[in-house]
């Protein structure tokens, strides 16, 4: 069976709802449930529900052969595996954020608080600026509300949590959107099986 890496959470139904659109669907990973692996017999194919952020472990590794996850990660952990498509969807900002009003005061180290430490620390060496990155797992903006940090760099989507905590973008660093990635391993032998699927959602794209 082809192993597919789906990430769980906002980004996994979005996914779910595209390999269901070109005849991949396995409706049980609709049902209220709490399993983690599914099959669907038809096509060959077996669905690991993980963390948004072990697709890239799962397929690096060959325990998937396929799977998707954002360009965030990627860009975050570089994992040796192939981006074989830009699924168009996912889409949101890595960006700086600060609470409003907030200068930044250039003769002092920059206190940077993300989940994001690499995207964070490669940004800020492009600009020669001296920072100190406070690495956290979530709730980021809370943050430079506390005087844990100045800044933030974190994903912004909609903009709402940033908005409903008193914080604003003060500079965008780039554009983010969820990738098709493959195992290097399983695009030689399972060429045929992963070129069908990136055709399909190729063609799905154009057509939306
Ligand atoms: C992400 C991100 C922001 C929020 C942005 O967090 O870290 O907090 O989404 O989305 P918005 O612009 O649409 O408001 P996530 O929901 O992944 O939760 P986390 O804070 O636990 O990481």
């Known amino acids: 069976m082809l192993n597919i890496a789906l990430p769980k959470g906002r980004l996994g139904m979005k996914v779910y709802d595209m390999l269901a659109d070109i005849g991949y669907e396995c409706p049980e990973i609709l049902e209220d449930n709490r399993k983690l692996i599914f099959e669907n017999k038809k096509n060959n ?13 799962y397929v690096e590794y060959g ?23 830009d699924l168009g ?4 900002r890595m960006c700086v954020a ?14 940077v608080a993300t989940k994001f430490p690499n995207i964070a ?6 600009k020669n600026r001296e920072i100190e990155i406070i690495k956290l797992y979530g709730s980021i903006e809370i943050a430079p509300l506390t005087s844990l940090s100045d800044v933030i760099v974190d994903i912004v989507e909609t903009g709402t949590t940033l908005k409903e905590n008193n914080l604003e973008v003060i500079e965008s660093i780039l554009p ?3 990738r098709l990635i493959a195992n290097k391993a399983s695009s030689n032998f399972r060429a045929d099986e992963i070129g069908r699927i990136v055709s399909m959602l190729k063609n ?5």
Do not use: H, Q, W
């Open 121 to 126: 620390k490669n940004y800020y060496m492009s």
């Open 98 to 111: 600060a609470p409003v009003g907030y200068r930044e005061d250039t003769d002092r180290v920059l206190r």
């Open 89 to 92: 969807f996912g889409k949101c």
């Open 63 to 85: 325990a998937a052969d396929i799977g998707v996850a954002g360009k965030d990660i990627i860009l975050e952990t570089m994992p040796d595996v192939y981006e074989l498509l």
């Open 176 to 178: 983010i959107s969820a």
């Open 45 to 57: 194919v077996r669905y690991l529900l993980v963390k948004p952020s072990d697709v890239t472990i």
């Open 204 to 208: 799905r794209k154009n057509e939306v």
